[in-house]
């Protein structure tokens, strides 16, 4: 519930901002935790999620192992964060997204692609 709460919050407060609007997780993110921890995905998540749109391009990290690193916000070990990305790129397709996978590369080169992919220049 406090996910949900937090991903309409954050939903809500970018609308009618102008440009593009990147989020680090969104309504289907929800869905893809209960999956997760194999709990049922309640009818007022499945409906936020359909309800409440992004862009239907979605980028996402490809699980990068050679990366990954556990700290006070990353709690996931390499098991579980493998199994999350696995989760979110089925999850986000069956919402209607189409996902495009960000570059193993820097970040320079990831917002660069990002941008390019948007028809911005960096």
């Known amino acids: 519930d406090r996910m949900l709460a937090r991903e309409l919050v954050s939903y809500g407060a970018a609308d009618g901002l102008a440009g593009p609007v990147f989020y680090d ?3 289907p993110d929800v869905v893809g935790y209960l999956e997760l921890c194999g709990l ?3 009818a007022t998540v499945d409906t936020a999620a359909r309800r409440f749109r992004y862009d239907p391009i979605v980028f996402i990290a490809p699980f990068w192992p050679e990366i990954f690193t556990r700290d006070a916000e ?3 070990d390499l098991a579980e964060a493998e199994r999350t990305g696995t989760v979110m790129a089925r999850v986000y397709p069956a919402f209607g ?3 495009v996978a960000l570059p193993y590369a820097d970040v320079a080169a990831r917002v660069d692609f990002v941008l390019e992919s ?3 220049a960096s």
Do not use: I, K, S, T
């Open 25 to 27: 997780r969104g309504l």
């Open 40 to 42: 049922p995905v309640p």
């Open 74 to 76: 990353r709690r996931q």
């Open 97 to 99: 997204y189409r996902l």
């Open 118 to 120: 948007l028809g911005a």
